[in-house]
């Protein structure tokens, strides 16, 4: 817990409205209380003495509550006082965006057609930076680049500088599997290796449900089960944001001395996103790829984080102390 030094006890304590009011050091609160309780009955005591003498004198003594409204101000001073000592603090949920996102890049050949310029992959990248530059450092980042197999290259973390090196270390090679993708992606949320079985049945790998993934590709997939590897992230608890990256007309790319004609498949990509419980968005231009950052909404996570209030019971003794000193001087007209 943030806030709280080593080696120190903290409790915490139910409060009315549910929030939870934490002590980093509730010997000192009891101590104080005590101190407290034994000025409060030193100074009954005392009254009562003081009553006693004057009586016996047969002198009239100072009569009405407020005759001991200092004191009495003075006390609950110090009793306020015991309890900033012991290190107060409220656990307040502050919503932030937090969690995992891993960028999968599609680095097949169709990538590299020139439909949205300079060129598919070029323009993936731009706007992959862009994505990374808008997050938070609360936000882990990895790097999947991805063809008829994937491969990690950025594991996640909150050093975007290392997500940002390896989208520019990206280069167009081979097929396109989605599939493989999107498994190699939870790979690299879980930190174990996820392979589906081949009679389908998914792996177990527990609920993520802060992990996004964010997949820029053409859709054009050329191998591996795409279906059963988004049911799989659906059933963890994963998101796939796909960003469709090229236009329905296509372009002509050059592959091996030939020249073949590839185009966006949007149908799969939204597929893929709705199975997930993601979204599907289109970029058939460099512009509106530049505002994709803005357009994917990462979930915000619900943390508590504490709020000192050991300022506020100092400042209010403070003004407990200044009272009781007035009401003192005025009655008795002396500062002592």
Same mark, same amino acid.
């Given at each position: 817990?943030?806030?709280?030094?080593?080696?120190?006890?903290v409790v915490a304590?139910s409060?009315?409205?549910?929030?939870?009011?934490?002590?980093?050091s509730?010997?000192l609160?009891?101590?104080?209380?005590?101190v407290t309780?034994?000025?409060?009955?030193?100074?009954?005591?005392?009254?009562?003495?003081?009553?006693?003498?004057?009586?016996?004198?047969g002198v009239?003594g100072?009569?009405?509550?407020?005759?001991?409204?200092?004191?009495?101000?003075?006390?609950?001073?110090?009793?306020?006082?015991?309890?900033?000592?012991?290190?107060?603090?409220?656990?307040?949920?502050? *919503?932030?965006?937090?969690?995992?996102?891993?960028?999968?890049?599609?680095?097949?050949?169709?990538?590299?057609?020139?439909?949205v310029a *300079?060129?598919?992959?070029?323009?993936?990248?731009?706007?992959?930076?862009?994505?990374?530059a808008?997050?938070?450092?609360s936000?882990?980042?990895?790097?999947?680049?991805? #063809?008829?197999?994937?491969?990690?290259?950025?594991?996640?973390?909150?050093?975007h500088?290392?997500?940002?090196r390896?989208i520019?270390?990206?280069?167009i090679?081979?097929?396109?599997?989605?599939?493989?993708?999107?498994?190699?992606?939870?790979?690299?949320?879980?930190?174990?290796?996820v392979?589906?079985g081949?009679?389908?049945? *998914?792996?177990?790998?527990?609920?993520?449900p802060?992990?996004?993934?964010?997949m820029?590709?053409?859709?054009?997939?050329?191998?591996?089960?795409? #279906?059963?590897?988004?049911?799989?992230a659906?059933?963890?608890?994963?998101?796939?944001?796909?960003?469709?990256?090229?236009?329905a007309?296509?372009?002509?790319?050059?592959?091996?001395?030939?020249?073949?004609q590839?185009?966006?498949?949007?149908?799969?990509?939204?597929?893929?996103?709705?199975?997930?419980?993601?979204?599907?968005?289109p970029?058939?231009?460099?512009?509106?790829?530049?505002?994709?950052a803005?357009?994917?909404?990462?979930?915000?996570?619900v943390?508590?984080k *504490?709020?000192?209030?050991?300022?506020?019971?100092i400042?209010?003794?403070l003004?407990?102390?200044a009272?009781?000193?007035?009401?003192?001087?005025?009655r008795?007209?002396?500062?002592?």
């Amino acid at each position: 817990m943030s806030g709280i030094g080593p080696g120190r006890e903290v409790v915490a304590m139910s409060g009315f409205a549910g929030d939870r009011l934490t002590l980093s050091s509730p010997l000192l609160l009891a101590a104080g209380l005590l101190v407290t309780a034994a000025l409060a009955w030193a100074a009954v005591v005392s009254a009562r003495r003081r009553r006693s003498a004057l009586a016996a004198a047969g002198v009239a003594g100072p009569g009405g509550r407020g005759a001991y409204l200092g004191t009495g101000l003075t006390i609950a001073a110090v009793g306020v006082l015991a309890v900033a000592t012991a290190g107060p603090a409220a656990m307040v949920p502050v *919503p932030r965006t937090a969690g995992t996102v891993i960028l999968a890049v599609d680095v097949s050949n169709s990538m590299g057609a020139g439909d949205v310029a *300079p060129t598919r992959l070029a323009a993936a990248q731009r706007a992959a930076r862009a994505f990374v530059a808008a997050q938070p450092d609360s936000v882990d980042i990895g790097v999947v680049a991805f #063809e008829r197999g994937a491969l990690t290259t950025a594991r996640p973390d909150a050093d975007h500088s290392v997500a940002l090196r390896a989208i520019d270390r990206l280069r167009i090679t081979g097929g396109t599997s989605l599939g493989a993708a999107i498994t190699a992606s939870l790979t690299a949320i879980t930190g174990r290796q996820v392979v589906i079985g081949r009679d389908g049945t *998914p792996p177990d790998l527990g609920y993520w449900p802060s992990a996004t993934i964010v997949m820029f590709s053409d859709g054009q997939n050329q191998g591996g089960d795409v #279906e059963r590897a988004a049911a799989v992230a659906q059933k963890a608890g994963v998101r796939v944001h796909t960003v469709g990256v090229g236009t329905a007309a296509g372009a002509a790319v050059r592959v091996d001395g030939y020249h073949l004609q590839t185009s966006l498949d949007a149908d799969t990509l939204t597929t893929i996103a709705r199975t997930t419980g993601g979204a599907y968005h289109p970029a058939a231009d460099a512009a509106r790829l530049d505002g994709i950052a803005d357009t994917i909404d990462l979930r915000l996570t619900v943390s508590d984080k *504490p709020l000192p209030l050991a300022g506020g019971l100092i400042g209010l003794a403070l003004v407990l102390l200044a009272a009781g000193a007035a009401v003192t001087v005025f009655r008795s007209g002396r500062v002592i």
